[in-house]
């Protein structure tokens, strides 16, 4: 009986714990602030980001990504087996200034919540594969961001499926 008792246990404490792992995202607290801008623009946009944003372990700061002459890496995902992002990092290099923290921010974060592949090579837009110039998409942030939202492929999803107005303005 003591058995049976203590396997139910385990059992249900291990329930509750992987539910609990599921719904926790670990967020560096430097990039807490340009998340929640983002999922902010999200709401504009009717976008639904919540169990997109429970699918990934964690959005990180680390100092691991390529910082080189003609290799340089400041911000990736990385995916799991099943080929689905599990994890959003930005280098530390982008923390010098923070406009290019911010840009580099937008740019991971709309690979995961708004499933971009990069549109360009180099375009100065937030979702250029190479901006030429992080400062010039600073200074021209709000048409910016509503070109990234507003071409997103999830955005065009929402469009065709009459979700929302294709002439809705913000």
């Not at 404490?13 to 560096?28: E, I, K, P, R, T």
């Not at 009717?46 to 944003?53: A, R, T, V, W």
């Not at 901006?131 to 961001?145: G, H, K, L, P």
Request: aromatic fraction near 12%.
């Amino acid at each position: 009986m003591k058995n049976r008792l203590l396997k139910l246990f385990l059992c249900l404490f291990g329930m509750v714990y992987g539910l609990n792992a599921q719904n926790s995202v670990n967020v560096d607290g430097r990039l807490q602030p340009i998340l929640n801008e983002f999922l902010e623009q999200c709401n504009l946009y009717h976008i639904d980001y919540h169990s997109k944003l429970f699918q990934l372990q964690g959005i990180d700061i680390v100092n691991n990504l390529p910082l080189e002459e003609h290799n340089t890496v400041l911000g990736m995902v990385s995916r799991d087996n099943s080929g689905n992002i599990d994890n959003i990092y930005i280098s530390w290099a982008a923390l010098l200034d923070n406009e290019i923290l911010k840009v580099v921010a937008f740019h991971e974060f709309a690979h995961h919540f708004l499933d971009y592949k990069h549109t360009c090579n180099d375009c100065n837009e937030i979702m250029a594969e190479t901006n030429t110039s992080y400062f010039n998409i600073a200074r021209n942030w709000d048409e910016q961001v509503q070109q990234l939202f507003m071409t997103s492929p999830v955005y065009m999803s929402l469009q065709k499926d009459g979700s929302i107005s294709p002439t809705h303005s913000f």
